[in-house]
Nanobody, 128 residues
Framework: QVQLVESGGGLVQTGGSLRLSCAASGRTFSSITMGWFRQAPGKEREFVAAISFSWSAASTRYADSVKGRFIISRDNAKNTVNLQMNSLKPDDPAVYYC???????????????????WGQGTQVTVSS
């Protein structure tokens, strides 16, 4: 049974930073893609960032809306993926979900349907 548990959400002022973490358990995750998605009230869930790890190299991919502000990283030894969110904007508040795409391809995929395992989500709120 694969389990993903997110942490690190909270309230931050516009322009501030938060670091989300996701701990995975239940199987070995060294060669799969781990990603973050978010869903704001009244909106569909959208891709934020993902990181793959194949052939001892990592590849990342970001949504245009967060590129240059968010940084995704992973620690395979600890089965964790992190999302460092900087320069947070009023458009960023949402429930953030960690997810796993079992595909072992080098370039991360962005479609929600490719991700088979999901965490319960963590709330990020940005105040002006």
């Amino acid at each position: 049974q694969v389990q993903l548990v997110e942490s690190g959400g909270g309230l931050v002022q516009t322009g501030g930073s938060l670091r989300l973490s996701c701990a995975a358990s239940g199987r070995t995750f060294s060669s799969i893609t781990m990603g973050w998605f978010r869903q704001a009230p009244g909106k569909e869930r959208e891709f934020v960032a993902a990181i793959s790890f194949s052939w001892s190299a990592a590849s990342t991919r970001y949504a245009d809306s967060v590129k240059g502000r968010f940084i995704i990283s992973r620690d395979n030894a600890k089965n964790t993926v992190n999302l460092q969110m900087n320069s947070l904007k009023p458009d960023d508040p949402a429930v953030y979900y960690c997810a796993i795409d079992p595909d072992t391809g080098y370039y991360p995929r962005v479609a929600e349907k490719e991700y088979d395992y999901w965490g319960q989500g963590t709330q990020v709120t940005v105040s002006s």
